[in-house]
């Protein structure tokens, strides 16, 4: 995370052969954000294999990024079910059942988990890098043959229903649903990864949709295997192929709809006073690219304006103490999402005040020119903070798995960071006129009054 909202970090789409990987890999990678070779081969079958030694003696971690997410549920009434398999893949298999399943991973020392986006799924686990061939057994078993009855289905169906309920008692969760629906008409970034409460209500009767979602999706061209650490690409892409080659690819294509144009700031709130009052702007920002300057000019414009160390975070959380905390920052994502700044008040009669400042500090940026030394410490600041942090095989792999869920390709993490060093002046003030316009806006409240307080 680079801001505030910033979940992840970003990727695109290149093809690199092992049989290039040599040791003049090793100079092609002087200067990237990553020092470390990223070795990549393809199956036949459409399976993308990512291998990243790194001196890790004894250690591995293993990721299968499968570019899956709430994004792709394009059909009415079954919502959600991106984020069930989370869930499901860990029911078990006729080889491996659940028990048997979580005995061979312990005996690898490592703990399997998951987690759900927008834009992907990603399964990881790390340990003994000697056991390495286990893991791929384990994985290949359960993508390609998992199996569950309509008991279990129902039963998985209700623990999701259970997580919804536990997450979205909190005004923040809530606030959030309705802001991607409000945001968005038509492109299904309108409900956030948990789906709809009344699809996931309805789940446990979609047992054979839940077979015709996987059947879709577990298909070697959705997905990318990513090792990280104690490990050789020779090594990897060998056990890629004896336990993953056999998968089938599928035929099934994604149609994702686009959002139109926005032409009015629109609004949302509400109702509840137990928590501070709270207040959220969001601007339609870009989809991902690692070839565009706009992006990262944002996350610079971002720091430099809504960071702790702003002075826009100066006067009205320390010298004014008119608010709780502000920030902001984009979506990395595969369509174009939010810039969204959020702020906690202290008192909920200065929402006004507070967000004519917010607009005073954008205008700013807009018109005039920001100081040359603080965007040099900015781009410093922000580019090698992030390398500092990618420095065990688990962060490596997390980091190499934003971009994949992106565009596919992990090389996209030296091209975005290469682009930090040409943000300008100007580039900011073009972000910041190309962004935040009011017909670009939505506006989400959080008050004990009935209706939102900046309509």
């Not at 009344?198 to 090792?227: A, C, G, H, W």
């Not at 004896?242 to 144009?261: D, I, L, M, Q």
Request: proline share 4%.
């Amino acid at each position: 995370m680079k801001t505030l909202i910033r979940v992840a970090v970003m990727a695109s789409a290149l093809l690199v052969c092992v049989s290039a990987a040599n040791a003049g890999d090793s100079k092609a990678q002087k200067g990237k954000i990553l020092p470390n070779p990223i070795y990549q081969h393809r199956l036949a079958n459409g399976l993308n294999v990512v291998t990243v030694p790194f001196d890790s003696p004894g250690l591995a971690s293993f990721h299968i990024v499968t570019r899956v997410g709430a994004r792709n549920e394009v059909e009415p009434g079954v919502t959600g079910f991106a984020h069930f398999f989370e869930h499901m893949m860990f029911r078990g298999t006729d080889k491996y059942s659940k028990e048997k399943y979580s005995a061979a991973l312990k005996s690898t020392g490592a703990a399997a988990n998951a987690n759900t986006t927008q834009d992907r799924t990603d399964y990881h686990m790390t340990g003994n890098a000697n056991k390495l061939e286990l893991m791929f057994e384990l994985e290949s078993d359960r993508f390609m043959n998992l199996n569950y009855s309509e008991h279990e289905f129902k039963t998985e169906a209700g623990a999701v229903k259970g997580e919804y309920t536990k997450n979205f008692a909190s005004p923040y969760s809530q606030i959030n649903e309705k802001r991607s629906e409000t945001a968005f008409t038509t492109h299904t970034y309108s409900h956030t990864t948990m789906g709809y409460f009344k699809d996931i209500v309805d789940m446990p009767n979609q047992f054979e949709y839940s077979k015709k979602f996987f059947d879709r999706y577990y298909r070697p061209e959705y997905n990318t295997i990513l090792v990280v650490g104690d490990v050789t690409a020779e090594k990897v892409n060998a056990l890629a192929e004896k336990y993953f080659g056999s998968w089938e690819r599928g035929s099934y294509e994604s149609v994702v709809p686009a959002e139109p144009v926005q032409h009015e700031t629109r609004y949302t709130h509400l109702q509840n006073g137990t928590i501070p009052a709270y207040f959220s702007m969001s601007y339609k920002g870009p989809a991902f690219s690692d070839t565009a300057i706009d992006m990262p000019a944002l996350d610079v414009l971002s720091s430099i304006v809504f960071s702790n160390t702003s002075d826009l975070n100066k006067k009205l959380v320390i010298e004014e103490q008119k608010i709780r905390f502000i920030g902001g920052g984009a979506f990395d994502s595969k369509d174009p999402n939010l810039f969204t700044i959020q702020v906690s008040m202290v008192e909920k009669d200065d929402m006004a005040y507070v967000m004519e400042e917010i607009e005073k500090a954008i205008a700013k940026v807009q018109t005039q020119d920001v100081d040359a030394e603080l965007l040099e410490r900015t781009k410093s600041n922000l580019k090698y903070g992030f390398a500092m942090g990618i420095d065990t095989p688990g962060a490596i792999a997390n980091s190499l798995a934003h971009y994949i869920q992106l565009t596919g390709d992990p090389e996209s993490i030296n091209r975005l960071y290469a682009l930090y060093d040409q943000v300008t002046i100007d580039d900011l003030k073009m972000v910041a006129n190309k962004y935040f316009q009011p017909e670009r806006l939505t506006i989400a409240t959080i008050s004990e009054d009935e209706k939102g307080a900046l309509k």
